[in-house]
């Protein structure tokens, strides 16, 4: 069988590397993982832009990795099902199911992925020794990257990871875990610029999406977030020395009975670490716990943090057009760092309710402004 087919459009011819061609199994049980490799390594070594076409069926892989630069753009089309082997041990010692490095100009599109996280969830609650677990699709060291129409389901942890990356589109995403699932975070960014993610819903049992240290120019809208963590800048200052997050806009999003909203976090411990020029506006509660939280006092480990102060500095933080329900009566809690206070928090607009009674805010080294309603009343 030919290993690969030119298609001509109106506009450009194509080369399309059907990963069928190359050996892939579409019973969702035998070894699908060399068949994609080689169907990755012909488009990435193809003079025209290329497809690697997955057609619709449940092809098995184990971790696999598609590294770059490749000679021109790629585009990952999914019809199917990826699925990851139901022992979770061959996934979660590589820390990666699906690993895209060094590549550019390359759009992933449709198709599922199921990593079958439910046996690593266990492990992890039962206290045993289990392996670190894995990621279900990474990019790393890459750009002009964008990942559209794609469900993840039940990974081992964090769904979609962006690490050191630049210009990336993340749109139409569906991500797809139990509310107890630990830390499977929807999307997790580190060290990247200019992420935007976009029309999408996330029902997980961690944060729906996390922004970590090094992001910058960062836009995210029109998602809904339930049930999970909310939208978290952090957790920040876990190193002495590390990036800070700047430029970052969160738009049109829908939280419904979400353990947070909107929050900032920062461990309690030195760092040289920063969140500035962050903006949260046009945003729903519906019964969310903590609507709007900043918190500085992280500390889940009383080895590393006991009696200590964040050194994460925060300041420009905007909140406006934010309405809803909590589920708590401190619908607001500013808790800064004694030593590195919170500055230019700004709320316009805010109207947030508590049963039938009213919210109330809460501030402990945080300074700001507020303008228009503010419901509840302002503590700054």
């Known amino acids: 069988m030919a290993k690969s087919s030119v298609v001509i459009n ?71 099902t990826l699925i990851a082997p139901s022992n979770y041990w061959n996934l979660g010692n590589s ?47 890459s750009s002009n990257v964008e990942i559209s129409g794609i469900t993840s389901m039940n990974s081992q942890i964090i769904h979609i990871a962006i690490d050191h990356c630049e210009n990336v589109l993340i749109q139409n995403v569906k991500i797809r875990a139990p509310s107890q699932s630990p830390n499977t975070d929807g999307i997790h960014m580190s060290s990247s610029t200019g992420v935007t993610v976009a029309s999408s819903s996330f029902m997980t049992g961690d944060d729906c999406i996390s922004i970590g240290p090094g992001s910058k120019n960062i836009w995210i809208h029109r998602i809904a977030c339930g049930p999970g963590h909310g939208i978290s800048v952090g957790s920040l200052g876990g190193n002495a020395n590390e990036e800070g997050v700047q430029n970052v806009t969160v738009t049109g999003a829908v939280f419904t009975g979400t353990q947070n909203g909107v929050r900032i976090k920062s461990w309690a411990r030195p760092s040289n670490g920063f969140a500035r020029t962050i903006s949260f506006r046009n945003i729903v509660m519906k019964n969310v716990f903590n609507p709007i939280i900043i918190d500085q006092n992280y500390c889940p480990d009383p080895t590393n943090c006991p009696n200590q102060n964040s050194g994460v500095k925060i300041s420009q933080v905007t909140y406006r057009n934010i309405k809803g329900t909590s589920a708590t ?16 928090i700004s709320l316009q607009n805010i109207e947030l309710k508590y049963l039938t009674t009213q919210a109330t805010s809460y501030c402990k080294n945080a300074g700001g402004s507020s303008k228009g309603i503010v419901v509840p009343k302002s503590c700054f």
């Open 10 to 80: 109106s506009s450009i011819n194509t080369a399309v590397y059907n990963v069928l061609s190359y050996g892939a199994k579409l019973d969702g049980r035998a070894d699908s993982t060399l068949a994609f490799q080689k169907a990755w390594s012909s488009a990435c070594g193809s003079a025209l832009p290329a497809t690697v076409y997955v057609p619709r069926g449940n092809f098995m892989l184990k971790p696999v990795a598609f590294t770059g630069p490749c000679k021109n753009r790629i585009l990952f089309l999914i019809a199917g």
């Open 95 to 141: 820390g990666y199911w699906i690993l895209f490095m060094k590549v550019t100009r390359v759009k992933v599109y449709g198709g599922t992925l199921n990593a079958q996280g439910s046996g690593y969830w266990a492990c992890k609650n039962s206290g045993k020794s289990c392996p670190v677990g894995a990621r279900s699709i990474s990019f790393q060291g």
């Open 329 to 344: 009566p401190v619908a607001m809690n500013f808790a800064c760092s004694p030593t590195n206070p919170c500055r230019g």
